[in-house]
């Protein structure tokens, strides 16, 4: 009998905290959804995700993370009645469940109490820490009428809560549940989007400030869908690095960037290239080289014409093996360049011992040449004086006006991209400009 306590507590408890665990929250969520449908009340599932839970495992240790999910777990059992149930949900995730409220005020009194958990440090060791939460809350039979949905919603709202700058606590919302609809109707598309011939490339110009003349294009993915018609690369590019479907678009990308770009040279006589943009995503793949390698001999492009274009936070990845793979795209014989560059945090020590040969000042820093700031303009100085002294190329995105490409022509900057010149065009629309010329 004890073993079979024992075996019995194993299974619906967790070791650490003696809280319930998943199965048993579950469980108890079921027959009070059960409970509740004969008496018209409501239930609040309530996510509670600690925000910064991983530096106190990483600086003091994981019995002091012990320490911390153990006073956690008393803190949040002190905020519910009895009837209600508190589970460690998984490493530093716990979930309420808060039954029979009568109106929705009541849940917010009880999520309240949650919060109020968190002005206090928890003391390890003698040491006090501060730990936050991202606290997502989903209601019965408002937000599903099962405890899966509703699990799923409560950790939807997490999501808000944790994107919109974490420490608070956010309900559900039908905007929220539609936008996660929209985005998983929008992802199984996107599974079928290759083999529908869904994908075209657009390829925007590039040219040298000096002359103005075309010296080459950015390829850029576009995708139109029956359902959805014409689908934005900011919206749909993040899902596919999600996804990772990325991989496999963007090998399709790099092969029909290559084959038009033979055909823009056969056109035009003079020396062009083509840049091609890589997310992070991509250079996780271990034979990304190979593979890169295989389309342009297939493709029988020369590779010193191509250019890959990744952002800085790909450039300045801690990864190892991200640096690696560049290096053995850029010994192909490929160019390499900063996108977005400024924007996010960079390294100056990278630049220095990376082979980069150009990088695109990050757009903001060129609309703000319009706007007369002072600062966006010591930037560009600054960016281009730096890249100047290492020996890198310099190209100026999202050129609008003729005033930003004046100064930064007088800046010096080698290279300009943007709508004051070009847009982005179809490949038939550059095959006609190009014979124009
Ligand atoms: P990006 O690489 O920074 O591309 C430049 C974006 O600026 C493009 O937006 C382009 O249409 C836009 N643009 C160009 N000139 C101007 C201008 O004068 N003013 C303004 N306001 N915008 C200008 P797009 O085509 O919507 O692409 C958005 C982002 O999607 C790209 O930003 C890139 O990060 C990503 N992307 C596009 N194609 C691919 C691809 O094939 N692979 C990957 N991994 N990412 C891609
Ligand atoms: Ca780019
Ligand atoms: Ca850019």
Known sequence: EESEKKLYRMAYYDALTGLPNKEMLTYSLNCAIEATKRNA??????????DNFKSVNDTMGHSAGDTVLKQMASRLSSCLRGEDTVSRFGGDEFLMMVGNIKNPDDLKIITDRIMAVFKHPFSVQDIEYFITASVGVAVYPYDGEDSETLIKNADIATYSAKSNGKNMCVYCTTDMKNDIMQKLRLTNSMYRALDRNEFFLNYQPQIKAETKEIIGFEALLRWRNNEFGMIRPDVFIPIAEQTGLIRSIGLWVFKTACEQFKIFESIFSK?????????????????????????????????????????ESTVFNEDPSV???????????????????GKGYSSMSRLKTFPIDSLKIDMDFVHGISSKSQKDQALIYSIIQLAKSLNIAVVAEGVETEEQFIYLKENGCDM??????????????????????
Request: proline share 2%; glycine share 6%.
């Open 41 to 50: 009340g409501l239930i609040g599932v309530i996510y509670i995700d600690l």
């Open 271 to 311: 020396e062009l290239c083509m840049s091609i943009n890589l997310s992070l995503e991509q250079l996780k793949d271990n034979n990304i080289a190979d593979k890169i390698h295989r389309i342009i001999s297939e493709v029988g492009v020369d590779p010193n014409k191509l250019e890959i274009e990744i952002t």
């Open 323 to 341: 640096l690696q793979r560049l290096k053995d795209i850029k010994s192909l014989g490929l160019s390499i360049s900063i996108d977005d560059f």
């Open 416 to 437: 300009i991209q943007g709508y004051y010149f070009y847009k982005p065009m179809a490949a038939s629309d550059i095959e006609s400009l190009l014979t124009r010329d």
